[in-house]
């Protein structure tokens, strides 16, 4: 079984954190900022779930004891199906008293200290165990944020220019149109599967009603003559350098005809795009 790749970000405020995020996120990592130590083992069993994203870019806090860092830590890297990495950015503190007074920011610290220095002092110290364990370090003082880009696309061999995304989404037209769709398909004209009794209380995500949609002439119809259309838009909005793309599938609730159509369209693009799915009226 191929892993899944989880990057831990931390360091020193004003060392590039802000930065390297937005570029693992802008290289197709799910990302997630500032979360708690201690909270790391269970966010990692619910994106282990998670049918669309691989690899994860997590930015940790130091709010916590050693002994904490030591035990998630150490569980964590025990993950069979997960490939772990800790990032750490480091910097002089000339250059973070320099940034921080350049940009006017309050560091996180300013307020159980008197002055900055004893901030940036704190915060290393708190730090240290991080540090320690990290397999990566990078040193950001003499980085700008251009040269700090080019070296996390060496270090994690991904191209800075962000990856096109698609999202599929469905709904239903008795709940209104979602907002930011490129793209409208109405299925309404496919027999319902909600007239059903056996399938009215479930949805395009179970089995039965996916098979009840896919095997009338209709559907079959409409994703021949749908999926040139698509092919087509897809790779002309790609070569615009457009970051995503939203393509909005309705019927009548949101639970039967377009959640079966969103399914098969986001696992016919997957191996080509990043796919995501939202089934907005699934749960209504």
Known sequence: MEKRELILVCGISGAGKTVTMNYLDSAGYYCIDNLPVAALMDTVKALKVEEYFFNYAIAINSNTSEDIISNVLTKLRALEWLDVKMLFLDVSNEEVLNRFQLTRKQHPFSNQNETLVEAINQERKLLTILRQYANIIIDTTELDDEKLKRNLSQMFDRDIVPQFRLCFVSFGYKYGLPNDLDFVFDVRFIKNP???????????????????????????EFIN???????????????TKRSYLVIGVGCTGGKHRSVSIVNYLAQ???ESYLVIKDHRDVEN
Do not use: A, C, M, R
Not at 225 to 239: C, F, G, Q, T
């Open 225 to 239: 003559k749908l999926l040139p259309l698509l092919d087509y838009s897809i790779e002309k909005h790609h070569k």
């Open 194 to 220: 909600y007239y059903i009794e056996e399938l009215k209380d479930k949805t395009g995500n179970d089995q039965e009603v996916y098979d009840y949609v896919f095997d009338q002439e209709e559907t079959t």
């Open 268 to 270: 016919k693009y997957h």
